[in-house]
């Protein structure tokens, strides 16, 4: 029997909106990773002394560094809604018995995130 | 209201074609007919060659499923007009491989699904005498929605992750290893663990979504993964974390 076999088009992940989502959303992780080395690059710089540091933000407003920040913030806000998106699909809470509606899990994820956001930026600007 | 329409059939002969060829036949369009009555037109009428397969022809058998403009369907509950005026497109699932016309091959799901061993498993079985495993309303509610499917095929055909990656077990097998594991006469979740948490399971999957889209029995099998993928993750983390006693 000789089958046909489809073969998967380039541009597969174009066909719908919900494909070219998942491939961004997969892109996202590079950007993820980046924040990552940028973190750990400043605090570095942070430990190295204040000369290291004063550096670092100097090379910190390059247009070009903050190009590719606001960019991979983009993507981070894309993973994160995306991935709070998914939790009230993966978490199945029962409180007396009785299953919590999942938007109010959603609701909380985005509370909590809020939440951290406000003491992050209280540490921060204090 | 015109009274016929196209439809556009993804013709494949093996015997005479190296990929398949979009045939047009023009059928009667009726308010009350599906795209597989406009199909079993074309057999009757038109075109005796023409192969597909369909058996129930009320969304129980999941036999009919195709792809109808771009889009997996069972065709038994996809109506004509709600495609007027036309033409429509209509070709074999994606992902699988073709047979002829209109038939895919899904052996791959035949032999993934017994995989995941979808019965219900029992460390040691009561004696028949005493009567049925007793399940409460609760209890059924716990995995009644994944007990709907019907195999049809729709979520894998919907799933670039299975095009891409075939050997991902897929949407429907997982759903179906869930409808087992949440059942509260199953004791087998242990034995359809490693299956299951495996790179070919849930951790293939990426939450694209688009199963449960497809899927016509309300199934949700995106939402079966991501919740085996919590059940996992928390199992793992325990495993790492506590002494084998106290699990
Ligand atoms: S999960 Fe839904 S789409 Fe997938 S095989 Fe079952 S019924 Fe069909
Ligand atoms: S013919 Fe049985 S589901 Fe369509």
């Known amino acids: 029997m000789t089958a046909y076999h489809r073969p998967i088009p380039i541009l597969w992940w174009t066909e719908r909106w919900s494909y ?28 190295d002394g204040p000369a290291a540091y004063d550096e670092f933000v100097e090379r910190s407003g390059h247009w070009w560094v903050v190009a590719i920040n606001v960019i991979a913030l983009l993507f981070v806000l894309l993973h ?6 998914l939790a009230p699909k993966a978490m199945v809470v029962k409180l007396q018995g009785r299953r919590v509606p999942p938007r109010a899990i959603l609701a909380a994820h985005y509370a909590a995130w809020l939440l951290l956001s406000a003491i992050t930026a209280w540490v921060i600007l204090r | ?10 013709r494949f002969r093996p015997e005479l074609d190296t990929e398949p060829v979009l ?8 308010e009350h007919w599906a795209v597989l009555d406009g199909l079993s037109y074309i057999k009757d009428h038109l075109d005796g060659t023409l192969s597909f397969r369909w058996s129930c022809r ?26 007027a005026p036309g033409p429509i497109r209509i070709e074999p699932l994606r992902n699988f491989p073709v047979v002829r016309d209109l038939i895919v091959d899904i052996d791959d799901f035949m032999a ?25 309303p609760d209890e ?21 992750v299975y095009a891409l990656e075939p050997t991902f077990i897929g949407p429907a097998a997982i759903a179906l290893a869930q409808r087992y594991n949440l059942d509260s006469r199953d004791e087998g979740a242990s034995e359809r663990a490693e299956v299951l948490a495996s790179p070919e399971g849930i951790w293939s999957c990426t939450f694209v979504g688009e199963c449960s889209a497809a899927c016509p029995k309300g199934v949700d099998p995106a939402g079966a993964i991501q919740r085996y993928k919590l059940t996992a993750a928390t199992k793992s983390i325990k495993d790492l974390l506590m002494p084998r006693s106290a699990r």
């Open chain 1, 20 to 47: 070219l989502l998942f491939v961004l959303r997969e892109l996202s992780s590079v950007f993820v990773a980046w924040f990552v080395v940028y973190l750990l690059l400043l605090i570095n710089a942070i430990s």
């Open chain 1, 80 to 85: 994160t809604v995306t991935w709070f998106g």
């Open chain 2, 1 to 10: 209201m015109a009274d016929r329409i196209t439809l556009e059939v993804a």
């Open chain 2, 23 to 30: 045939q047009s036949y023009e059928v009667p369009l009726r």
């Open chain 2, 58 to 83: 009320m969304g129980i058998c999941g036999s009919c499923g195709m792809t109808v403009n771009g889009d997996p369907q069972l065709t038994c509950a996809t109506f004509l007009t709600d495609y």
């Open chain 2, 112 to 136: 993934k699904l017994p995989t995941v061993k979808p019965w219900l498993i029992r460390d040691v079985h009561s004696p028949i005498e005493e009567g049925e495993y007793l399940q409460t």
């Open chain 2, 140 to 160: 059924l509610d716990e995995y009644k929605q994944y007990s709907m499917c019907i195999n049809c095929m729709l979520c894998y055909s919907a799933c670039p």
